[in-house]
């Protein structure tokens, strides 16, 4: 029998590649799920049919969901008490009206059509994400009133750009994240769940927001060298600078989890390069990695299958930022000269 397209597709992991066994649901190297684009299908199809009025309708594509998904995870679970709730519901109402949902838009005349797309353009809300704009301009305006609108603006977007690196991953990955929620004085984070995702692919995505940062950073230092205005070079080097703080590898930092994918000679690794990279660029904050990385030599969290692509991402990216630190003038966060 021939290999249909679909079968195909379903032969490597459409995150890392890596070829998959007959029937697996989840990337045993990478623990992505192997349907994660058709079950965010269904999922919105389900949502869409929930608010349209036609529950029944949403249980059963909820239903189709549930075999794409492994019996034991959180997911599985979430859809079975979701089918639950939905059978409930459609017990106690009874028959479903999808019509009388909008009979109160009639009452409005010839603006009715209009009111009705309006209540059901949630999308619109989704795009809104309450919870990120709030904190975001919050974070905006704090920043701007201690260092003036266009520094405060700049650097609020630059953190922005370091955790949108940290949702894009983990979205092209196939899993569940939020958009960030920002946190004056204390930046800010992503929330995102994995299915017993690998130290590597948690590395990777703990990496994507300080190179993101780089990409960022690099920007200013682009345009402070074409306009030679000091405050693209403060902001460049804050940037890059917070960044390589952030891959510190203690408490909540971006560092500490890509360092559970770092075996001891990765480890050693990052210290040499640190090391070099403060002699190099003149910047404490190297010593600063290599002192807490020093000390994750001694923890017992080393991987049973350490990662030679974390370990290279991760110097990879100190360097860069290192590159950005050196050839733009700054005196460290915060500096305008």
Same mark, same amino acid.
């Given at each position: 029998m021939a290999t249909t397209p679909i079968e195909l597709a379903l032969q490597k992991c459409a995150a890392c590649a890596n070829p998959l066994p007959p029937g697996a649901l989840v990337c045993p190297l990478c623990h992505t799920l192997v349907h994660a684009a058709n079950l965010e299908q269904l999922a919105a199809g389900a949502r869409q049919l929930?608010?349209?009025?036609?529950?029944?309708?949403?249980?059963?594509?909820?239903?189709h969901a549930?075999?794409?998904?492994?019996?034991?995870?959180?997911?599985a679970k979430w859809t079975k008490n979701k089918i639950a709730a939905?059978?409930?519901?459609?017990?106690?109402?009874?028959?479903?009206?999808?019509?009388?949902?909008?009979?109160?838009a009639k009452k409005f005349g010839p603006l009715a059509p209009l009111l009705v797309l309006i209540s059901k353009a949630k999308f619109l809300l989704a795009l809104l994400k309450f919870n990120f704009l709030f904190s975001f301009l919050s974070f905006i305006w704090i920043y701007c009133v201690l260092f003036g609108w266009k520094f405060g603006l700049g650097f609020a977007v630059l953190i922005l750009i370091h955790e949108m690196g940290h949702y894009i991953d983990v979205r092209l990955r196939?899993?569940?994240?939020e958009l960030p929620i920002f946190v004056p004085f204390f930046g800010a984070y992503v929330r995102w769940r994995g299915l017993n995702?690998?130290?590597?692919?948690?590395?990777?995505?703990?990496?994507?927001?300080?190179?993101?940062?780089?990409?960022?950073?690099?920007?200013?230092?682009?345009?402070? =060298?074409?306009?030679r205005d000091p405050l693209w070079a403060a902001l460049a080097h804050t940037g890059a600078w917070l960044n390589v703080?952030?891959?510190?590898?203690?408490?909540?930092?971006?560092?500490?989890?890509?360092?559970?994918?770092?075996?001891?000679?990765?480890?050693?690794?990052?210290?040499?390069?640190?090391?070099?990279?403060?002699?190099?660029?003149?910047?404490?904050?190297?010593?600063?990695?290599?002192?807490?990385?020093?000390?994750?030599?001694?923890?017992?969290?080393?991987?049973?299958?350490?990662? =030679?692509?974390?370990?290279?991402?991760?110097?990879?990216?100190?360097?860069?930022?290192?590159?950005?630190?050196?050839?733009?003038?700054?005196?460290?966060?915060?500096?305008?000269?």
């Amino acid at each position: 029998m021939a290999t249909t397209p679909i079968e195909l597709a379903l032969q490597k992991c459409a995150a890392c590649a890596n070829p998959l066994p007959p029937g697996a649901l989840v990337c045993p190297l990478c623990h992505t799920l192997v349907h994660a684009a058709n079950l965010e299908q269904l999922a919105a199809g389900a949502r869409q049919l929930e608010t349209e009025g036609r529950i029944s309708d949403a249980r059963q594509v909820w239903i189709h969901a549930l075999p794409l998904l492994p019996a034991e995870s959180e997911q599985a679970k979430w859809t079975k008490n979701k089918i639950a709730a939905l059978h409930t519901e459609i017990a106690n109402v009874g028959t479903t009206k999808p019509s009388s949902a909008n009979d109160w838009a009639k009452k409005f005349g010839p603006l009715a059509p209009l009111l009705v797309l309006i209540s059901k353009a949630k999308f619109l809300l989704a795009l809104l994400k309450f919870n990120f704009l709030f904190s975001f301009l919050s974070f905006i305006w704090i920043y701007c009133v201690l260092f003036g609108w266009k520094f405060g603006l700049g650097f609020a977007v630059l953190i922005l750009i370091h955790e949108m690196g940290h949702y894009i991953d983990v979205r092209l990955r196939g899993l569940p994240a939020e958009l960030p929620i920002f946190v004056p004085f204390f930046g800010a984070y992503v929330r995102w769940r994995g299915l017993n995702v690998s130290k590597q692919t948690s590395a990777y995505v703990s990496l994507a927001g300080p190179l993101a940062g780089f990409v960022g950073s690099a920007a200013c230092c682009f345009i402070y =060298f074409q306009t030679r205005d000091p405050l693209w070079a403060a902001l460049a080097h804050t940037g890059a600078w917070l960044n390589v703080l952030n891959l510190i590898p203690v408490f909540m930092l971006d560092g500490a989890s890509a360092m559970d994918a770092l075996a001891l000679w990765g480890r050693i690794g990052v210290i040499t390069t640190s090391v070099a990279l403060w002699a190099l660029v003149g910047d404490g904050v190297f010593i600063l990695v290599a002192a807490g990385t020093g000390y994750r030599l001694f923890t017992k969290d080393r991987p049973k299958e350490p990662s =030679f692509g974390a370990t290279a991402y991760f110097i990879a990216v100190l360097c860069l930022l290192a590159l950005v630190l050196k050839i733009t003038p700054g005196q460290g966060a915060f500096s305008t000269h």
